[in-house]
Structures are given as structure tokens and as C-alpha cells.
């Protein structure tokens, strides 16, 4: 099993920037996929920046389109840690951001961290 924490989330203007960080525990070799998503109030749970790959040199990442040009998705094999650096942000990426790490027989969510963009 595996178990992930986040964090990193917070309050932040228009057109700022915050990075959210998750390390993972356990049987990381087990790992073959690694996001975040996000949800925001009313609306479904969506992707939004993830690998197809765990925590070993591979492919390149998959972004929403929403999110292509301002946020970049890094991973530090060595901390087993994902990070999400979210520049240019809007109102609308308001949202709880979720880290999720998956195997062949398993998904694992964190606990979410608030994410705010306001004025």
C-alpha cells in the first residue's frame, strides 16, 4: 500500500504563483502512475497535470488543457515527492487539489489541500 500527504495549498492573488508538494510512503516501487487533480465546489473531480510512470525516469507528463503553459508537474525520484508548480493563476483554479498515486491493484488519494485564487 501506499500513502500520500500533501501540501503546499493556501490563499493567493490573481496572476500569482504557488508550488503544492506530496511525498508518498510505502511500496513505491509499486507506483506506475502519479497526478493531482482537482475539484472544485460542484463540479467533478478532474486531472490535471500527471505522469504515466512512478517514481523512475520516463515519460513526459499530461497536462488539462486548462493548465498548459502555467502549471508544470516535477517529480524528485529520490524524495519519492511530486510537486505542482502553479504559476499565472486564476479565479477559476479555485479548487481542492488532490494527489493520487496508482499501481495495478491499488489508488491512493491524499487528503486534499485548498487551493484560492482571489482578489
Known amino acids: 500500500q501506499v500513502h500520500v500527504v500533501e501540501s503546499g495549498g493556501g490563499l493567493v492573488r490573481p496572476g500569482g504563483s504557488l508550488r503544492l508538494s506530496c511525498v508518498a510512503s510505502?511500496?513505491?516501487?509499486?507506483?506506475?502512475?502519479l497526478g493531482w487533480y482537482r475539484q472544485a465546489p460542484g463540479k467533478q473531480r478532474e486531472l490535471v497535470a500527471g505522469f504515466t510512470s512512478g517514481f523512475t525516469s520516463g515519460n513526459s507528463p499530461n497536462y488539462a488543457d486548462s493548465v498548459k503553459g502555467r502549471f508544470t508537474i516535477s517529480r524528485d525520484n529520490a524524495k519519492n515527492t511530486v510537486y505542482l508548480q502553479m504559476n499565472s493563476l486564476k479565479p477559476e483554479d479555485t479548487a481542492v487539489y488532490y494527489c493520487y498515486v496508482g499501481g495495478i491493484s491499488f489508488g491512493s488519494w491524499g487528503q486534499g489541500t485548498q487551493v484560492t485564487v482571489s482578489s
Open positions: 510505502g511500496s513505491i516501487s509499486s507506483i506506475y502512475a
